[in-house]
């Protein structure tokens, strides 16, 4: 049986158990779900005592499906006072999977001023230690700190100062295996204040001496199917761009289209896209001695990591992704993809999402406070943000917070939260999907770009919106979604991996079912936490100022939005 | 002469989209986005759409990472 930990903060007692029954088959985004609206009061002040932090691995954590090992981190979240589930790669998922923890909830505040670390020792002890000569330190140094500290192989999980400072776009890093770079973010959202809220500075796994090994209905018949789906997965990632050159291989599709957001989401063509493309990034890789194709997790088969070096070859930034390239470059006219990799560096470092941190420099610029292009001024800003001066706590509050308070009237935000790297007037069902996702805009809640692309009624945009987040989020219970997407043609063999691990149902529905019951859950979830059908529109000008590059609109009405999800 | 992704095909007169993916060793699936010379087709456009030499072709999954 899987085990969970309980870190109560209030008078720093750690509990292991084991997990609920009726959670034990759940992970992931539906565990998340599931654990919250059954604990968590969905009124509750985000960074008060009645808030819980979750750390849990996914339904088949520890098994050997490629990509299994992923983790998701959840709470109300202090950016959009809705349900947040926010997944991420790294090591720390098949190390507490190797501990036997699938779940760790972090609840209460603590009533003395410190700072604390929960650590998972070698003999498979778990406690929590005072971590005060942590306090202040960004993600890379004090990851640095941890190795020297211990002498075993380990995956951290940690805030830097943006998390402490309670900055609400503050991410949660986690170290990447092989390289232990804190390097990939549960990002949106601004867990990472929540965790801040928590005084936790890091969670520290260290490898097991002894692995724990779970107790499979069906073992044979488990390794058969995902023998089988892991060889998908690898032949399709043989042509996968994403694992050739990497997810900035998205700028080749988007670039073109308007669907790359270019001048805060102005619905411009950016002419020199192809400059923070696949080619400078290939060429800049190979001149200089980094590398692509690299896992974050063990065992991945897809392996669209990277490591990107600056002009004298030295270590810049690991992870360097579609998003944080077209929102910190083409959306804010920066065409400099060195600059756009030292501004990656430094939101990893602070633990900051970049989605949100990227959009909101855009929004400076649209204010007037930077000119467009200039990525000296937004380094200077993250500096301003790392050094914590009182422009950079504002800056933390994320883009709306920033907005309003310049006085801008184009905030691309929904829910209070960024949106993510495509223009919802030229791939409307992805701003359907931005509107009506409990989430809000995320960049993984169900795209639908090449699908509705073309004006194809405003019924088929919603349609594919609807699949393709029922899809998502079933995803996000199981695995990486860009190995999901090369099992897309065998995914009724994912209920029957279920059974193989769990016993039950191997029908279908069993899966399809989680995605829809864990949407219907978030949503009742932010219903009783306030949030309204005014919260899944989209910003007005998405309506009002047609894209340049294409004449098109976001022109789904209210009650298409509203009706998306009456399965 | 015909780019799928980083890989070259010899054009064939009266070659589809779907002829050329083939021929490159590539497979689409629900969750794969067709980009021919930068503009769109859909899945079920793919075998009726005929190419011209020197087409580029790529092919990306629908999800994107951050
Ligand atoms: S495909 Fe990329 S993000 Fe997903 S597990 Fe592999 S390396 Fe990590």
Redesign the interface.
Known sequence: MWSKVIVDMKNQTVKREALEVELQDLGGRALIAQYLIKNVPPDCDPLGSENQLIFCTTIFAGSNLTTANRMSVGGKSPLTGGIKESNVGGYAGALLAEHGVKLIVVKGLPETKGLWQLHFDREGNVSLEDAEGYEGLNNYELVNRIHKSLDNRLATISIGAAGERLYKCASIQVSEFASNHPSR?A??GGLGALMGSKRLKSIIIEKPLNKFTFNYNDKERFNEISKKLNRMVA??AK????H?IG?I??I??T???GVLPVDNFSGKLFPKYAEVGSGTFLTNLSNRGGRNKLACQPGCAVQ?SNEYRDKSGEYLTSGL????IALFGPNCHISDLDAIAMMDRMCDDLGI???EAANTMAVCMESGVLNWGDSDGVIKLLKEMTDGTEFGYLLGGGCEAVGKSLGCKRIPTVKHQAI??YDPRNTKGTGVTYATSPMGAD??AG?????A??DTGRTAQAYASNK?QVA?CFADCMMC??AF??M??ELPLLAELMAAMYGGSSEYARVTGLGVKTLLTERAFNKAAGLTKEDDRLPDFFYNEPSPATGSRFDINDHELDVIFDF | MIQV???KISYVAGMTVADAIEA????T???T???VN???I?LDMLNKTALKDEATI?????????
């Open positions: 973010a990002a949106r032949e399709g042509n996968d761009p994403f050739n997810t291989a998205t080749e599709a670039g073109a289209n669209c992704e579609y998003e944080t999402d970049t989605i993510a790297g960049h993984t795209l639908t770009m090449g699908r692309f073309e393709l998502m979604i860009f997407s090369h897309v043609p | 992704n980083d890989k490159s060793g590539a497979t699936s629900a969750m986005i067709v980009l930068g503009k769109f859909s790529k092919l990306l999954m629908l999800i994107s990472g951050g």
